[in-house]
């Protein structure tokens, strides 16, 4: 029950940040992202559409649902800014998934899966990290973290497994895309600048 439920609520947000905002006043926004949750439910041969969307995502981690879930509050314009919590959060989860994914491909012989489903030795080390994030006042990575850890030893998904709490492939795909679309951003920047220097002083000579 709870699977479908995190299903619909997937679906709503899902599709609330890839719509573009459209200009619209903050009520009608909302409106618009209860209007998306009850679609969700509407039937197509027998299933509704955020069990269509589950079966080619499957369920997130909770991490995830937190991560879009603060995305939706800064679009309905109910969080403030952070571009340097979020880079920090996309280099946090670009790496959990560049550590998980390559091994479960077999493209490695390690395999850091399995640690998952004994976690003690992961739950120090993932508590260590967010007092370090705290400390260093990066509240969306302390929240996405305490909830994955929270909600794993709640039981609430159906996988005894930690790291299907922690990352799944649409936050590690996204995360990894979006560090190179802002490295680029900055390399183009960085060129851009030493070229109009170097005019400047082809000029002044």
Do not use: E
Request: glycine share 6%; charged share 10%.
């Amino acid at each position: 029950m709870i699977n479908l439920w995190q299903a619909h609520i997937t679906f709503a947000m899902i599709i609330f940040l890839l719509l573009p905002a459209f200009g619209l006043h903050r009520y009608w926004r909302v409106a618009l992202l209860f209007a998306l949750l009850a679609a969700s439910f509407i039937q197509l041969d027998g299933l509704s559409l955020a069990v269509y969307l589950r079966s080619h995502i499957d369920d997130l981690a909770i991490t995830t649902l937190v991560f879009m879930a603060w995305g939706c509050l800064r679009r309905l314009d109910l969080l403030a800014p952070a571009q340097r919590n979020k880079t920090g959060v996309m280099l946090l989860f670009a790496v959990f998934g560049l550590v998980l994914y390559p091994a479960t491909l077999g493209l490695s012989d390690m395999d850091p899966y399995r640690f998952g489903y004994s976690p003690r030795p992961m739950l120090v080390l993932l508590a260590l990290l967010t007092f370090g994030l705290f400390y260093l006042r990066n509240h969306l990575a302390v929240v996405m973290l305490a909830s994955a850890t929270l909600a794993f030893v709640a039981g609430i998904k159906p996988s005894q497994n930690y790291w299907d709490y922690l990352v799944d492939p649409l936050l590690g795909l996204y995360c990894c895309t979006a560090l190179v679309l802002i490295f680029m951003r900055w390399l183009f920047g960085s060129l851009n600048k030493w070229r109009m220097s170097a005019r400047d002083v082809a000029r002044s000579s």
